[in-house]
Structures are given as structure tokens and as C-alpha cells.
């Protein structure tokens, strides 16, 4: 039982179930924004935003393909603005808060694996190399 308590305390598996939670909400979000202001701005400019009742009859078979078009369009406008609101922003943030951290391995001249900065041997290919106070530019 104690490995198993582990288990379901284990941070990453917390962070999922928080990402779930937090994704979930975000999607409805989503799917209410696009609701509300999306699919009016298509219909001004297209007509009717909703093409879920398109289809096609080929010998008496229907092919509902309204509801595939609906879906591309509504898949389209989400992941544009998950893009645009969350990535986005996200990795300006990072690329921010990552400006100013200290470099710590440098590539081997050699086989170009990445080794310490202040290493005299490439532990990879076992040559020698001169050590660096900073890695190049």
C-alpha cells in the first residue's frame, strides 16, 4: 500500500492531474469564446457559422460531412488561440526568465556532445580539450 501512496503523491503525477483539471476548464473556455464571439464574426463574413447539417447522398447513404467541417473549423480556431494566449506568451516568459542564466556545458570540438565548460576531457570521446572559463558564443 505504501508503494502505491508513492505513487499517487509523486509530483509529476499531481502536475497531470492539475494540467487535466486546469485543461478542462480552459477548453470550455475556449469553446464558449468561440461560441460567442468567434462563430458570429464567421457568420458575418460566410453566412451560417454552423455547417453541421451539411451533407451529401450517394445511393441512399448519407454522408454527414458538416459535421467533420464544423469540427476542422472549431479544432482550427482552438488550437489558434491556445497558440496565440498560452504558448506564446508562455515561451516569451521563459526565454525572459532564461536570459540571464549561466551557460554550463559547452560542445566537445570533437564529437560535439555537450561537456562541462571547465572540462579538460571530453567524457564522451575521451580527447583532450583546452577548458574554458565561459562557453563560446
Known amino acids: 500500500m505504501g508503494g502505491f501512496k508513492k505513487f499517487l503523491f509523486r509530483g509529476n503525477l499531481v502536475d497531470l ?6 485543461g478542462a476548464a480552459f477548453a470550455s473556455l475556449v469553446t464558449d469564446f468561440t ?3 468567434i462563430a458570429p464574426l464567421i457568420s458575418l463574413l460566410g453566412g451560417e457559422p454552423d455547417y453541421t447539417r451539411l451533407s451529401v447522398k450517394i445511393n441512399d ?3 454527414p460531412y458538416g459535421i467533420f467541417v464544423t469540427s476542422a473549423i472549431t479544432f482550427f480556431i482552438t488550437s489558434a488561440i491556445v497558440y496565440f494566449i498560452v504558448v506564446l506568451p508562455t515561451a516569451k516568459i521563459i526565454e525572459r526568465l532564461d536570459r540571464h542564466k549561466d551557460v554550463t556545458e559547452r560542445p566537445c570540438p570533437q564529437c560535439l556532445s ?3 565548460v571547465k572540462a579538460r576531457r571530453c567524457r564522451y570521446c575521451t580527447s583532450e580539450v583546452l577548458p574554458a572559463t565561459e562557453a563560446p558564443v
Request: net charge neutral.
Open 61 to 63: 447513404t448519407t454522408f
Open 114 to 116: 555537450d561537456i562541462p
Open 17 to 22: 492531474a492539475v494540467a487535466v483539471v486546469v
Open 35 to 37: 461560441k460567442s464571439f
